[in-house]
């Protein structure tokens, strides 16, 4: 602090309890809801203080949307994307960074021109290619043999962990931001690994890798919360409901206009959803402010 | 571009940048190529047949009043979303960045919401504003007179939706206002302290000019959140209703292609998308990169 003002010290610690008050409130709420019997939760105004019934809910939520099963598919996918950006931009970075070819510049403008094409503006065919990802080759196969060779072979993902994970792991930000760090380690181990006459791939796993090792695990974290936090994606591919994630589990629990209004069961699923991904960037904070921090850059 | 140092394989290369290759042809160039013949193709009810209409879609699509209803609410949605969040993250970060000890306590109960998903978000908020039980609505009915009702009233239904999307995008604004603020460098503010600038005199002639590229580098992130990532929100608590008051041009790209079945109208509608997405990618990458006035 620059100058003494303990006035102004003392307004500052209460606006800023303020804010967390009201930041925490949604969800202060909606624990307390579901810690309440269905007539408690349901009368007007709802009691303010919890109630002894949090077990009872989360039993019934668990048990009304097999939210196990989704918790797990959740896992699966937001492992999935956070492990599979990783792999392939980091790999794609190592490409151009290391090495001079020909399209070089080409590839390079590919990857970029996925920034502008989030998957909400290509909703239709993305979900048509999805139910056959070997569309492409067989168009390409087809008018290269001029419609002579007729191919009827499929791989429908819908409906699947390859599904939910591999529309979504292509990743600009994540090639850039490996690419960005590269061109800071020096010149000199890659020259030190060439006169060692270590291989490509030996200078990328025993020099490359270990060194990106605070970029990797940022980045993880990140991924890993965009992954669980997908919902127009899950709610496309997924049809059967044993292979919904838990983020679009919660949206089938939502209470219809017809019925008594559930809310202190549709609150407790509400918790089990929001604290794997809560939970994550509380405890890996660090690596969280990172990535979030880097990968915008 | 690439390191004076370089290995020498001719096939490796292509090899290890072929993952990324193929997840981008199968799963972004080609359905962005076929929503662009789409859009210009209007198919039967069944999908059988299609016919090539030129610019038919488009021009459809720019008669409809349902079209310009969407992007009027989306513009609103927009800005009352970016201004909300984009405030209180500011002024979160001009009062967390003055405390001393217990920065990282504050810090870690301000962020965490960004971890929710938006249809989590939507669920939350959908529960304290409705209008039979929810603990808000419930309130300013009693309190303030307000007959509260996004189901019926569209300004209602917008505020939900707004309330809901700029609560989850606060902390992410904290977060970046806050490193924006903790890069300024210690002496400039510590100069204009000596020549008697106390601290709000401070806070607009040195902090908030000196913040301005991460204000506009914001401005663009919040936009893409509004525009895409609240569908969740959307989905999980109005449909875009009541009456289309809160059909954003995503939810209605949605509506139109999954539920209406109108591919040509529903791809058009994709390829305006995309050409704002590239307007704004464009905008971002020429202008950002510019404006950064200082370095750490």
């Known amino acids: ?297 | 571009m690439s390191k004076s140092v370089i290995f020498g394989n001719r096939w490796l290369p292509y090899l290890l940048l072929l993952p990324q290759l193929l997840v981008l042809l199968v799963f972004f160039f080609w359905p962005a190529a076929q929503a662009l013949i789409q859009s210009f193709m209007i198919s039967d009810a069944f999908g059988n047949t299609s016919t090539f209409v030129w610019f038919q879609n488009f021009t459809r699509l720019f008669k409809s009043q349902e079209y310009w209803d969407s992007i009027r609410v989306t513009i609103v949605f927009s800005v009352l979303t970016g201004g909300l969040a984009l405030s209180l993250g500011l002024l979160f970060a001009i009062f967390a960045d003055r405390v001393i000890r217990g920065t990282a306590f504050y810090k870690t109960l301000l962020i965490w919401p960004y971890a929710v998903a938006p249809a989590t978000a939507g669920a939350l908020w959908l529960f304290l504003l409705n209008p039979t039980m929810g603990v808000l609505a419930y309130l300013m009915n009693k309190q303030l007179g307000i007959h509260w009702d996004p189901t019926l009233n569209r300004a209602d239904g917008m505020a939900l939706v707004v309330l809901a999307s700029a609560w989850k995008q606060i902390s992410y604004n904290f977060v970046f206002f806050l490193a924006g603020m903790q890069s300024i460098p210690r002496s400039i503010i510590e100069a204009a302290a000596i020549d008697g600038a106390r601290p709000v005199k401070r806070l607009f002639t040195i902090v908030l000019p000196l913040l301005s590229p991460t204000t506009f580098f914001l401005l663009v992130m919040n936009s893409v959140y509004a525009f895409f990532d609240t569908f969740g929100i959307i989905d999980t608590t109005t449909d875009g209703g009541p009456g289309g008051a809160t059909s954003i041009l995503v939810y209605k790209v949605y509506r139109d292609g999954f539920v209406g079945l109108d591919l040509g109208s529903s791809s058009a509608q994709s390829v305006i998308l995309m050409g704002f997405v590239i307007a704004l990618t464009f905008v971002q990458f020429r202008y950002v990169e510019r404006m950064v006035h200082y370095k750490s």
């Not at chain 1, 810690?35 to 408690?40: E, G, M, Q, S």
């Not at chain 1, 496309?236 to 202190?264: C, F, H, K, Y």
């Not at chain 1, 959803?273 to 690596?287: G, N």
């Open chain 1, 1 to 297: 602090m620059i100058e003494r003002t303990p006035i102004l010290d003392l307004v500052t610690h209460v606006f800023l309890v303020l804010c967390i008050a009201l930041v925490l409130l949604p969800v202060y709420l909606a624990f307390v809801a579901a810690t309440l019997p269905v007539a408690a939760v349901n009368s007007a105004p709802m009691p303010y203080l919890p109630g002894d019934q949090l077990f009872t809910n989360l039993a019934a939520a668990w048990a009304r949307e097999d939210l196990g099963r989704q918790l797990f598919n959740s896992m699966v996918m937001a492992s999935g994307i956070a492990f599979g950006k990783i792999v392939i931009s980091i790999l794609s970075a190592f490409a151009i960074t290391y090495f001079n070819f020909p399209f070089r510049k080409t590839a390079f403008a590919l990857i970029f021109a996925s920034l502008m094409l989030p998957v909400e503006v290509r909703i239709v065919p993305t979900y048509e290619v999805t139910a056959n990802a070997l569309t492409p080759f067989i168009w390409l196969i087809e008018t290269l043999t001029g419609g002579m060779i007729d191919i009827k072979l499929r791989w429908n993902l819908l409906n699947t962990y390859e599904g939910l994970i591999l529309p979504l792991i292509a990743s600009a930000t994540a090639t850039f931001l490996f690419r960005q760090f590269f061109m800071t380690i020096p010149d000199e181990l890659a020259e030190a690994a060439k006169i060692d006459s270590a291989t490509p791939m030996r200078f990328f796993f025993d020099i490359l890798l270990p060194l990106s090792r605070t970029n990797i695990a940022a980045l993880a974290v990140i991924m890993f919360i965009f992954g669980w936090n997908q919902y127009l994606w899950p709610l496309l591919v997924t049809t059967q409901e044993d292979m919904n994630t838990i983020v679009i589990g919660l949206n089938r629990m939502m209470p219809s206009m017809d019925a008594i209004p559930e809310w202190n069961v549709v609150m407790a699923g509400a918790l089990i959803a929001l604290t794997p991904p809560v939970l994550v960037i509380v405890v890996l904070q660090r690596w969280f402010l990172k990535g979030l921090v880097d990968s915008e850059k």
